[in-house]
């Protein structure tokens, strides 16, 4: 994705919220919905895939007691940091990572990763490489949201309907929510505890 964050750090760089994510209705009504739609109240530690300038780092942080939010832009990454200091959420760490050949520390694990607008971006071989590592990373019991755009637009690379069906794919996933809109799709799965005799690391290498 290296190309691709270097398109958005130069958007960043133009202007802020280039994205209008802070007042766009489309965007306020799909945070609520993806938040509203989460199955518990509480989480302990969120991956956060792609949080720009931490509209929903800072919302999560009221939901869980740990964030890991990451992101490909420097400039997005020192704003969501300043944002987060500024909200004195002292539970939150922003790291500027360029996923998935870049990783939070393979110590941390997750029971709840939000993976929004940015699944689309990425070649069959990232695509594949994200999945491993985050189901590597996930906790049995944790729960996987995908939200995307599902309209055609020039730099996309992986269709919304794709990126959902390889996430659903990765072993032990249970659908728990599914929301289908015209302009966006989302999902909720868990993952399950592995069943015993079962080789969910070696079925994992064959998911999209």
């Not at 919905?33 to 302990?44: D, E, K, P, S």
């Amino acid at each position: 994705m290296d190309s691709v964050d270097g398109h958005f750090e130069r958007l960043y760089q133009s202007g802020v919220d280039p994205w209008r994510v802070r007042d766009a209705w489309y965007e306020q009504r799909k945070r609520e919905l993806i938040l509203a739609a989460l199955c518990r109240q509480r989480y302990a530690h969120a991956f956060e895939a792609g949080c720009g300038e931490g509209d929903m780092t800072l919302r999560l942080a009221q939901r869980c007691t740990q964030v890991c939010a990451v992101d490909g832009s420097p400039t997005a990454v020192q704003r969501c940091r300043i944002r987060v200091t500024a909200q004195q959420e002292k539970g939150v760490e922003v790291l500027a990572l360029r996923l998935p050949s870049q990783w939070p520390d393979a110590r941390q694990s997750f029971d709840l990763a939000i993976v929004s607008e940015i699944a689309y971006y990425f070649n069959d071989a990232d695509l594949a490489g994200f999945l491993r590592r985050l189901w590597h990373c996930l906790q049995p019991g944790a729960e996987v949201v995908a939200c995307h755009f599902r309209p055609a637009f020039s730099d996309r690379r992986q269709h919304t309907d794709a990126i959902h069906e390889a996430i659903a794919q990765m072993p032990g996933m249970t659908l728990l929510v599914h929301h289908l809109e015209t302009e966006f799709r989302l999902d909720i799965w868990r993952k399950q505890p592995p069943q015993q005799g079962h080789d969910d690391d070696r079925n994992l290498h064959s998911c999209p």
